[in-house]
């Protein structure tokens, strides 16, 4: 079983619905990630939480709004997204103490469709 | 700018062959961090190994092995007596320092190498 619990697994959405993905871990990793990734092809990095302060953006468009409440929490909040943004969403994290060696430890993801 | 290339888009094999499974990466840091995940049809990224650039002792984990030579710049994987459960995406990825003295790195991804074993 995964130690990082993403939920829903699927999601089909409307371009107009306003909508959230949730990811927990409860390993006391303090950076949370989210990637997406697209049909036969490789993870690419959209967030990345550090301390529950948002450290990157990889200039992702602003239909797509992370959330950390608390440091085993994340949120990916969507709205007004387009059928482009079809996706697998996994959700990872790590240690950071541990340096740029920390594995990241990832999701189940969240198989998203947007009609 | 990094980059790791996986030149086998796809293999097929029959199970209890072995199969090697090719990684490149570039880099122009000297501390680095490579690893390999599997991605079985379930969708979960399944973390496999890391190695930091100044360990190029190879590892063994049962039936993986991987082989690790900055030479070369390349950080091979090794399934033997491979298994139907071994069907998968397996990717290499590199993680270096990110600007802004961060202490975690970005992974940067190959694109990839699909393993089919047939029964």
């Known amino acids: 079983d995964t130690e990082v619990t993403q939920t829903p697994k699927h999601l089909v959405m409307g371009m107009t619905n306003k909508k959230s993905l949730k990811c927990e871990q409860h390993?006391?990793?303090?950076?949370m990630y989210w990637y997406k990734q697209k049909a036969k092809k490789p993870p690419e990095l959209m967030f990345v939480y550090s301390y529950e302060k948002l450290s990157i953006n990889e200039s992702v468009p602003s239909r797509f709004s992370p959330e950390c409440p608390n440091s085993s929490l994340l949120n990916l909040h969507l709205h007004a997204l387009q059928p482009e943004d079809s996706a697998l969403y996994l959700c990872a994290s790590s240690q950071p103490r541990q340096g740029r060696n920390s594995p990241l430890h990832f999701g189940n993801g969240t198989r998203l469709t947007v009609t | 700018a990094q980059k790791v290339t996986q030149a086998q888009t796809e293999i097929s094999v029959v199970e209890k062959e072995d199969v090697t499974l090719d990684c490149v990466y570039e880099t122009r840091d000297t501390t680095y961090y490579l690893f390999w995940y599997k991605q079985p049809p379930s969708g979960e990224l399944v973390f496999l190994i890391r190695r930091n650039s100044f360990d190029e002792q190879n590892e063994i984990s049962g039936r993986y092995s991987w082989n690790f030579q900055k030479s070369t710049s390349s950080f091979n994987f090794t399934i033997t007596a491979s298994q139907v459960v071994d069907s998968a995406v397996y990717f290499c990825?590199?993680?270096?320092?990110?600007?802004?003295?961060?202490?975690?790195?970005?992974?940067?991804f190959g694109q990839g190498t699909i393993l089919t074993v047939h029964p």
């Open positions: 390993m006391g990793h303090r950076a």
């Open positions: 990825a590199l993680s270096v320092r990110l600007g802004g003295g961060t202490s975690y790195g970005k992974l940067t």
